[in-house]
């Protein structure tokens, strides 16, 4: 494993993570799913995301919170329900294969097993390029090894930490969404954007930056590559259902992911990269 100082390895639960340090901020990793589970700026030491409580940690589930990697396709499979949802990358141990550091941050790649895999046929080379610095960047980047274009979905699907999602509102969204809870019948993004049951859009814009703004704080994210954002929290009835959220768990999160959901077309030999920046 290569050593910079601003590198170091730990444990989760039964999870190997990459602990990155810097005079920017801290960041961890878990090779499991590649996914980034907390990252604290030093400008203010506060914690930017959400990781449950009751999450699973020892890499017989995708872990709940962070930013999990969703590809090569976003929710259910298209065509072959019985795969899993957010496809297959998010349960794989993923490995470090390059890091770097100077005065701007600390770099490091990370690629999955494999990114072959039941459900999708193209031949893709897949990485995950994160830089700790002024801000956190995290770039999905699927090259295209084939002579052949194919498509794909995906999302980095982060939950952000919020001190009461009902003090809570969402700014820069505008336009139209679908709703997966009205059988993905279009709606207008409303104003003010405040949550108040269970929600699950996908918005059709493509904002460069959205802030989430609660009682005291701030989250600014920026979005590239994107067609389309997925807001999401699962409410009270919901989070009490899932074997890997408590009860209250909704009240503290919100996902704003950045997203590809209506298929992105990657020709032979190209890249496409998918990127969210969190400061
Ligand atoms: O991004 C929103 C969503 O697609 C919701 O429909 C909900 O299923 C959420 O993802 C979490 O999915 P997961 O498979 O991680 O439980």
Redesign the pocket.
């Known amino acids: 494993m290569p050593t910079l100082h601003s590198l170091s390895y730990k444990t989760k639960g039964k999870l190997d993570i990459l602990h990155l340090e810097n005079a920017f901020g801290s960041v961890d990793i878990a090779l499991f799913g590649g996914q980034v589970l907390s990252y604290i700026p030093k400008s203010d030491g506060r914690e930017r995301l959400w990781l449950s409580e009751s999450a699973i940690l020892d890499g017989s589930k995708?872990i709940r919170g962070g930013v999990?990697i969703c590809w090569p396709w976003f929710?259910a499979h298209p065509s072959q329900t019985e795969l899993p949802?957010?496809g297959y990358v998010r349960t794989q141990n993923w490995e470090l294969i390059h890091a770097s550091e100077n005065q701007q941050g600390t770099t490091i790649e990370l690629k999955p097993s494999s990114s072959q895999g039941a459900g999708f046929a193209g031949k893709a080379e897949l990485s995950l390029i994160i830089h700790l610095g002024q801000e956190l960047s995290i770039a999905l980047h699927t090259r295209n090894l084939s002579e052949q274009s194919f498509r794909y979905n995906c999302a980095l699907?982060s939950y952000f930490k919020v001190q009461d999602i009902n003090h809570t509102e969402l700014l820069g969204v505008t336009g139209q969404y679908t709703d997966?809870l009205q059988n993905n019948a279009l709606f207008d993004t409303p104003v003010p954007y405040r949550l108040t049951q269970e929600t699950?859009r996908v918005h059709l814009t493509t904002p460069a930056r959205v802030e989430i703004r609660d009682k005291h704080n701030s989250i600014d994210i920026q979005h590239f590559g994107h067609d389309s954002l997925?807001v999401?929290n699962p409410w009270q009835a919901k989070s009490a259902s899932m074997a890997d959220m408590t009860a209250q768990g909704y009240e503290s999160m919100l996902?704003v992911?950045t997203a590809i959901t209506a298929g992105q077309e990657v020709k032979a030999q190209e890249t496409h990269v998918l990127k969210q920046v969190i400061r």
Request: charged letters at 25%; one cysteine or more.
């Open positions: 995708a999990p929710g949802a957010h699907h997966k699950d997925v999401w996902c992911e």
